[in-house]
């Protein structure tokens, strides 16, 4: 039917001054014609609601009318989620709950045509927002609950998930008192599509609850998942040392260190040794820092194990820390990465300059390297000549090899000094006749 033959109706009732059948006329025409059809329609219903209605009237219409433009765009593309969530955002703020719950229901109904994780993170926060809306604005526990497990069971978990819903459902659940629902949904989670997510989330859960054993049991679980991630070892050894069992946290660091691959094996480290420390196992930190050497030479192991030598308070730790530096150079010369030698070099030179005497501080000078400018050429990325670029290098005293290129490089800056002597003295003649007087 014409929107024209609406809209003579509608104008026809009016004259009449029956505006509540005006107003069923207008509703039941925009519920039947097409929005492209019914700018006229629109148009005429505005006037009217202006002319006769309250504000609430006018604000119906309006609403409406963009109601009708978000139900336009979920038709032409239903898996328009941001449509959807605009629409739902629409009908939560002025319709009654049965109304948003259609909505809601419509929208999930879309679920996304490929099983791939990108194509379902919007897609899932209409579940989010749907279980939100029934436990906070509508207050249906029970409603919620099925929201959640309706979601959970749709997701395709062999192939994907989402923690995020398995957590918001055990938050809820907690929030209902309802713990044993918690714990299931959690440890079904971790059964079907165990991740790191959802392992501390649980463990988390259990140390609020000061459940210990259970978070013992979860550690050694999530181990058993991902053996090289260093932060739940060390994670699993600080929940040890706050329990008081130094033993079982320092056969959690053993059995960490222990492991073929690791994450952040650094991180591991530096974490034992710290613990390690505060025992005040002095013997203890100084085999770890044996032992780390063994695997990696880095210049900031060598420096951290001065350091701690040197914090010690003992007696004889000046020495000692010394000594690990003077080894620590004599381990370094064969190291390509002068720079790290130069750190080191640094490193020792700031302790001597507070603890040495001028003797010690003489030695390390003379170790120090020159800085020396070089030129080498540079390869463009398909292997042609690029030119030349600067460098700076350095040359240590201690390397034989470079014996030669110091002594050279000392001729060079002693003829450089004659040189500038010889041209003051041709710049002031005077001088030189004054001196000879004298």
Request: with cysteine.
């Given at each position: 039917?014409d929107?024209?033959?609406?809209?003579?109706?509608a104008?026809?009732?009016?004259?009449q001054?029956?505006?509540?059948?005006?107003?069923?006329?207008y509703k039941?025409?925009?519920?039947?014609?097409?929005?492209q059809?019914?700018q006229?329609?629109?148009?005429?219903?505005?006037?009217?609601?202006?002319?006769?209605?309250?504000?609430?009237?006018?604000?119906?219409?309006?609403?409406?009318?963009?109601?009708?433009?978000?139900?336009?765009?979920?038709?032409?593309?239903?898996?328009?989620?941001?449509?959807?969530?605009?629409?739902?955002?629409?009908v939560?703020?002025?319709?009654?709950?049965?109304?948003?719950r259609e909505?809601?229901?419509r929208?999930?109904?879309n679920v996304?045509?490929?099983?791939?994780?990108?194509h379902?993170?919007?897609?899932?926060?209409l579940?989010?927002?749907?279980?939100?809306y029934e436990?906070?604005?509508?207050?249906?526990?029970?409603r919620?609950?099925?929201?959640?497990?309706a979601?959970?069971?749709l997701?395709?978990h062999?192939?994907?998930?989402?923690?995020?819903?398995?957590?918001?459902y055990?938050?809820?659940e907690?929030?209902?008192?309802?713990?044993?629902?918690?714990?299931?949904?959690?440890?079904?989670?971790?059964?079907?599509?165990?991740?790191?997510?959802l392992?501390?989330?649980?463990?988390?859960?259990?140390?609020?609850?000061?459940?210990?054993?259970?978070?013992?049991?979860?550690y050694?679980?999530?181990?058993?998942?991902?053996?090289?991630?260093?932060?739940?070892?060390?994670?699993?050894?600080?929940l040890?040392?706050?329990?008081?069992?130094?033993?079982?946290?320092?056969?959690?660091?053993?059995?960490?260190?222990?492991?073929?691959r690791?994450?952040?094996?650094?991180?591991?480290?530096?974490?034992?040794?710290?613990?390690?420390?505060e025992?005040?196992?002095?013997?203890?930190?100084?085999?770890?820092y044996?032992?780390?050497?063994?695997r990696?030479?880095h210049v900031?192991v060598?420096?951290?194990f001065?350091?701690?030598?040197?914090?010690?308070?003992?007696?004889?730790?000046l020495a000692?820390?010394?000594q690990?530096?003077?080894?620590?150079?004599?381990?370094?010369?064969?190291?390509?990465?002068?720079?790290?030698?130069?750190m080191?070099?640094?490193?020792?030179?700031?302790?001597?300059?507070?603890?040495?005497?001028?003797?010690?501080?003489?030695r390390v000078?003379?170790?120090?390297?020159?800085?020396?400018?070089?030129?080498?050429?540079?390869q463009?990325?398909?292997?042609?000549?690029?030119?030349?670029?600067?460098?700076?290098?350095?040359?240590?005293?201690e390397?034989a090899?470079?014996?030669?290129?110091?002594?050279?490089?000392a001729m060079?800056?002693?003829?450089?000094?004659?040189?500038?002597?010889?041209?003051?003295?041709?710049?002031?003649?005077d001088?030189?006749?004054?001196?000879?007087?004298?």
């Amino acid at each position: 039917m014409d929107e024209r033959l609406y809209v003579a109706f509608a104008k026809f009732e009016e004259n009449q001054k029956e505006f509540e059948r005006v107003r069923v006329i207008y509703k039941y025409a925009l519920d039947r014609i097409s929005k492209q059809e019914a700018q006229e329609l629109f148009k005429n219903y505005t006037i009217f609601e202006k002319k006769f209605g309250d504000r609430r009237g006018i604000e119906d219409i309006i609403v409406s009318k963009r109601r009708f433009q978000y139900e336009e765009e979920v038709k032409a593309n239903p898996h328009n989620y941001d449509a959807w969530f605009d629409y739902l955002r629409l009908v939560e703020s002025d319709a009654e709950a049965e109304t948003v719950r259609e909505v809601y229901e419509r929208a999930i109904a879309n679920v996304p045509p490929i099983q791939e994780k990108r194509h379902w993170k919007r897609y899932i926060y209409l579940w989010v927002n749907y279980a939100l809306y029934e436990e906070l604005e509508a207050k249906d526990p029970e409603r919620t609950r099925q929201v959640y497990q309706a979601s959970l069971e749709l997701i395709p978990h062999k192939k994907f998930t989402f923690a995020k819903m398995w957590l918001l459902y055990a938050q809820f659940e907690i929030r209902q008192k309802n713990l044993p629902f918690a714990r299931r949904a959690l440890g079904t989670s971790i059964g079907k599509c165990p991740k790191n997510k959802l392992f501390k989330g649980y463990i988390e859960l259990e140390l609020q609850l000061r459940e210990f054993d259970r978070c013992r049991k979860l550690y050694e679980k999530f181990l058993e998942f991902g053996p090289e991630n260093c932060t739940s070892w060390i994670k699993f050894a600080e929940l040890e040392t706050i329990l008081g069992d130094i033993e079982r946290a320092r056969a959690i660091y053993e059995l960490a260190i222990s492991q073929l691959r690791l994450d952040m094996p650094e991180v591991l480290w530096k974490s034992y040794i710290d613990f390690e420390i505060e025992q005040e196992e002095t013997e203890r930190t100084r085999n770890l820092y044996r032992r780390l050497l063994q695997r990696t030479q880095h210049v900031k192991v060598w420096i951290s194990f001065a350091q701690f030598e040197l914090s010690s308070g003992k007696e004889g730790s000046l020495a000692k820390c010394r000594q690990i530096y003077e080894e620590a150079n004599k381990t370094m010369r064969n190291c390509e990465e002068k720079e790290e030698r130069l750190m080191l070099l640094e490193s020792w030179r700031s302790f001597e300059d507070e603890f040495g005497t001028t003797s010690d501080k003489e030695r390390v000078d003379k170790l120090m390297p020159e800085k020396v400018k070089k030129r080498r050429k540079v390869q463009a990325d398909d292997g042609s000549d690029a030119g030349w670029e600067e460098y700076y290098d350095y040359i240590f005293p201690e390397d034989a090899a470079n014996q030669p290129n110091l002594k050279l490089l000392a001729m060079a800056k002693l003829w450089k000094k004659q040189q500038q002597e010889k041209e003051a003295a041709e710049q002031d003649p005077d001088k030189d006749i004054d001196e000879s007087e004298s």
